[in-house]
Every structure is written in structure tokens, then in C-alpha cells.
């Protein structure tokens, strides 16, 4: 199986779409589409995971508890240490933003 992660972009990016792309005992893998959303003010994902993400197309920028601030561009990538609290700023508006992010 196979495909292009920049191809079939949705036309309604009224939410964020997260495709799951391979799932399997100790990783998953998805695709995520955004165009100017953000976490919910208050909100911070606190996740059991290790997380790696890359900006393949867009910008973004993801705000930690602790007060650092990453802003990302395509091509950009960070590893999150699981429990970190991190929350996604804000996306580029008015076009797509495409994420792929591991867990492990």
C-alpha cells in the first residue's frame, strides 16, 4: 500500500482531518490537514507517546507548557518526549498545512 501524502488534500478544511495511515502494536503513523486551526485555548495534549513530526507543506507553531515555542515550516521536524505538554499555536490560514506525525 502506498500513496502521496500531498495529493487528495480534502476541499472542506472547515476542521482538521487526521487520516491514520499505518497502526501496528508499538507506532502509528498519520497524516494531518490544517488550515488555521489551533488547540482550544487551555487545552494541552499530554500524550503516553513519543512523538516525531514534520511539516511537509504550511507552517505551524506548537507552544509547551514550559513556555518554548516552536514555529515550523515545511521541511521543519521535532521530536516531543511523551508527557510533554504541548499544544498546536496556531496554523497557516486560508491554506493547507500538512503534518505527518509518528507515534512511538
Given amino acids: 500500500m502506498g500513496g502521496n501524502l500531498l495529493s487528495d488534500l480534502p476541499a472542506d478544511l472547515s476542521g482538521e482531518i487526521v487520516d491514520r495511515l499505518v497502526v501496528g502494536d508499538s507506532v502509528r503513523i498519520e497524516r494531518i490537514v490544517s488550515a488555521g486551526?489551533?488547540?482550544?485555548?487551555?487545552?494541552?495534549?499530554?500524550?503516553?507517546?513519543?512523538?516525531?513530526?514534520?511539516?511537509?507543506?504550511?507552517?505551524?507553531?506548537?507552544?509547551?507548557?514550559?513556555?518554548?515555542?516552536?514555529?515550523?515550516?515545511?521541511?521543519?521536524?521535532l521530536e516531543i518526549s511523551a508527557h510533554r505538554r504541548h499544544r498546536v499555536g496556531w496554523t497557516a490560514p486560508g491554506k493547507a498545512t500538512v503534518w505527518l506525525a509518528v507515534f512511538f
Fill in 37 to 77: 486551526h489551533a488547540s482550544p485555548a487551555g487545552f494541552w495534549y499530554d500524550q503516553e507517546e513519543r512523538e516525531f513530526v514534520v511539516v511537509l507543506q504550511g507552517a505551524a507553531r506548537i507552544e509547551f507548557e514550559d513556555g518554548e515555542i516552536a514555529e515550523l515550516v515545511a521541511g521543519d521536524w
